[in-house]
């Protein structure tokens, strides 16, 4: 099946711990992003990727950071110097900026607590 | 900027009925993509529909159409039928090609079917 898996699904975090998110995809799509959720609210960029070994940040990067080494994996670090993390974190891929089809799909997010 | 505005944070309607969900947007572009998203409780961003701005031609799948208005900067979404599975949170999103291929979104609409 193509699609997008982001795990866990569920994640704790400790004070002042890092802690990573997985997504992946194997819909051969060039640009991943991540986005960020809190409650009733709508979605916040945090950061994005058009291609491998290349990424841009979101409008809210801060306390954040990502990887790109491989086309289908763009896992986001949530670091300490971010003091807010609950929320809900959704991961979306989608063909390429220059692509006619350009739209994002979602993978089943993933939502972080703080212990 | 473009900016995206959802002036209707609830709207609620009977089975089978009919319901419209508002959405306009500010762009000086003149190419440009529009979609709606679903996001029901398992909070999952799913693909309602998409409206290329350079068709006329007004978006459709199944229950779901759109009302396009290009001069007006409108684009209202149609759910005819409605079900009980279209309770969710709905999101109008706009992708020009000067934003730098990111998706801007509205705030979002609660839609309550009633049974």
């Known amino acids: 099946d193509g699609g997008i898996t982001q795990s866990p699904k569920y994640l704790f975090r400790k004070e002042g711990q890092n802690v990573t998110l997985s997504c992946e995809q194997n819909l051969n799509h060039d640009a991943m992003y991540w986005y960020r959720q809190d409650p009733g609210q709508g979605l916040r960029l945090i950061y994005y990727s058009q291609i491998v070994n290349d990424f841009q940040k979101g409008d809210i990067a801060e306390g954040y950071s990502v990887s790109r080494e491989k086309k289908e994996s763009f896992p986001l670090t949530v670091t300490s110097a971010q003091k807010n993390p609950t929320a809900f974190y959704l991961c979306?891929?989608?063909?390429?900026?220059?692509?006619?089809?350009?739209?994002?799909?979602f993978g089943p997010g993933t939502r972080l607590l703080v212990l | 900027a473009q900016t995206v505005t959802q002036s209707q944070p609830e709207m609620s309607v009977q089975e089978a009925e009919t319901v419209t969900l508002s959405c306009t947007y500010d762009?000086?572009?003149?190419?440009?993509?529009l979609f709606w998203y679903k996001q029901p409780p398992s909070r999952q961003m799913i693909l309602v529909i998409r409206q290329e701005a350079y068709k006329q031609q007004n978006a459709t799948e199944n229950r779901f159409s759109v009302n396009f208005q290009k001069a007006a900067k409108s684009f209202s979404l149609k759910i005819s039928d409605s079900q009980l599975g279209d309770a969710a949170m709905y999101f109008c999103?706009?992708?020009?090609?000067?934003?730098?291929?990111?998706?801007?979104w509205g705030a979002g609409t609660k839609l309550i079917i009633k049974p």
């Open positions: 979306a891929s989608s063909p390429g900026p220059t692509s006619r089809q350009e739209t994002q799909y």
């Open positions: 762009t000086s572009e003149s190419d440009y993509y």
């Open positions: 999103a706009y992708r020009g090609w000067d934003s730098n291929y990111q998706l801007i």
